[in-house]
């Protein structure tokens, strides 16, 4: 069971800011990660939608086998965390909480923004869950839809004149608010940090709830006895034989860990960003992936 | 046969720009249109995605029954108007031919600029097509990817501050090049006209083919006999008998024209931002269609 991989996805290369929180906090895990490029962007679409992509995106990870499921995406968090995480058998660890604990620790005025596609900023998701942690917490919340395509646009964009001129004016009302910080409040965001940092002013902390993210994934797992080999297995070459094997246990035969793409879009325009994002990905396949063949109502 | 619908499909709410002008110039037809906003855009994605989608869609229109099928999405049109005419016994009306036919007509100084989707202008389906009509002609194209998302965000965008400036961007190399004419190579390029304009600069005519491409409609429905009623049937209450109905053929008992909205996401947004397009929406119903049901090969 453990040296089963972590399950990841996103409407796209959002996830991926979280993905590599998770390949370099737990370098022995081995993870699947599933970016709906083919039907990228989730945050424009209705709950309906976005539980019926959620659904068909779980669907494929309970084929695959996984041990964990991170959604790693606010807008599927924000409509489909409840329904999933109750259908599985497996642990969920969506990505609301972890940045919303981040924000409450961090403020010290309890002026908290939050910025989201508008999928998520309508469901008024981290007003709720800020409240449960600190109602005396006041939560300033936008949308802010032209950012996820900005983001996928790829890396020319990110820091582009136009991003800077759409964050100046998205983040115009919350500059007057007084808040000290912002929690980006989707997995694409981190990609904009530059502009977005630029546009929020002085003096005001960013949330990314990426590494928050990784640290539940590895909370998660140790309480349930779910970690695979603490180290990953390195092939070096052929290991010199000083005496008989002992068989220790499963980790120590364990392949190495791995990280598998999926897309459902082409693989090609996929690599590259990837690339962009997580640094080298020479160690990783990448896969197109069939998703609409995957029932979109949960088991 | 000749009361049979129209099919009209685009990725979301560009093709609405083409379907007013055959709702226009055609008011004795049934229209059935499809905005596929639950896979929005399509621009971004890969050819194969692309043709996969667009060949769904058509599996959708060959179950409806319909008499004439229009790809009113320039993505769709460069990737798979070829396989989707080929397969089908009815005539499929595309929006690349009659937009760049305009643009020939149009130019004076043989300097024709087109804008579209990354897919599209990647394609390179406009230069080849105007190339076919008259070699002399030069074509400098551009692709423009944040105008779709801009314009499925809805009209608040649509003359946006944020919208000139990206549209500036867009535009400073063609604005160069000296062309004389410029075509909105993307059905929903029309709703940003007056930005698009702006960006362009004077004496610059913009070319949008919803127009030309009703014409194609209508000429393609003459040229096969496949016309309904001239007249739309009026339902202005009941119908003083003045003796015997003589029935005269299916025209005069048809039901009269209606146009039916489809939608792969929710509809009422998608009711919404119709009526912003379209004017009234009263007289049309709006559903929620479950493409990926569909198969993705044509028959």
């Given at each position: 069971m453990n040296d089963r991989p972590i399950g990841v996805f996103d409407s796209g290369l959002g996830g991926l800011t979280v993905l590599k929180e998770i390949i370099g906090l737990l370098p022995g895990e081995s993870v699947v990660y599933f970016g709906d490029c083919g039907r990228a962007p989730y945050g424009i679409k209705s709950p309906e939608t976005i539980r019926r992509y959620?659904?068909?995106?779980?669907?494929?990870?309970?084929?695959?086998?996984?041990?964990?499921?991170?959604?790693?995406?606010?807008?599927?968090?924000?409509?489909?965390?409840?329904?999933?995480?109750?259908?599985?058998?497996?642990?969920?660890?969506?990505?609301?909480?972890?940045?919303?604990?981040?924000?409450?620790?961090?403020?010290?005025?309890?002026?908290?923004?939050?910025?989201?596609?508008?999928?998520?900023?309508?469901?008024?998701?981290?007003?709720?869950?800020?409240?449960?942690?600190?109602?005396?917490?006041?939560?300033?919340?936008?949308?802010?839809?032209?950012?996820?395509?900005?983001?996928?646009?790829?890396?020319?964009?990110?820091?582009?004149?136009?991003?800077?001129?759409?964050?100046?004016?998205?983040?115009?009302?919350?500059?007057?608010?007084?808040?000290?910080?912002?929690?980006?409040?989707?997995?694409?965001?981190?990609?904009?940090?530059?502009?977005?940092?630029?546009?929020?002013?002085?003096?005001?902390?960013?949330?990314?709830s990426a590494r928050a993210v990784a640290a539940e994934v590895r909370c998660a797992l140790d309480s349930r006895g779910l970690r695979a080999a603490a180290e990953p297995v390195k092939n070096t070459g052929p290991v010199e034989s000083t005496g008989p094997v002992k068989n220790t246990g499963p980790a120590d035969n364990a392949a190495p860990p791995k990280v598998s793409l999926y897309t459902s879009d082409s693989p090609e325009r996929f690599r590259t960003l990837c690339g962009s994002i997580l640094g080298a990905t020479d160690g990783a396949d990448v896969y197109t992936l069939d998703i609409e063949k995957y029932e979109s109502r949960l088991p």
């Open positions: 959620t659904f068909q995106n779980t669907r494929f990870f309970i084929e695959t086998g996984v041990k964990l499921l991170v959604i790693a995406c606010n807008t599927s968090s924000a409509h489909a965390y409840g329904p999933v995480s109750a259908a599985l058998d497996f642990p969920v660890v969506e990505v609301i909480r972890p940045g919303s604990a981040a924000a409450v620790r961090a403020t010290k005025n309890k002026k908290i923004g939050v910025i989201g596609t508008a999928a998520t900023i309508t469901s008024r998701v981290y007003e709720r869950v800020i409240a449960e942690m600190d109602p005396s917490i006041e939560v300033y919340s936008k949308a802010c839809p032209l950012f996820v395509p900005i983001a996928e646009e790829g890396p020319d964009w990110w820091a582009h004149e136009a991003a800077r001129i759409i964050a100046g004016e998205y983040l115009a009302d919350l500059r007057e608010t007084g808040i000290d910080c912002l929690v980006l409040g989707c997995t694409h965001y981190p990609l904009l940090e530059e502009v977005i940092r630029g546009a929020a002013g002085g003096g005001i902390t960013l949330i990314s």
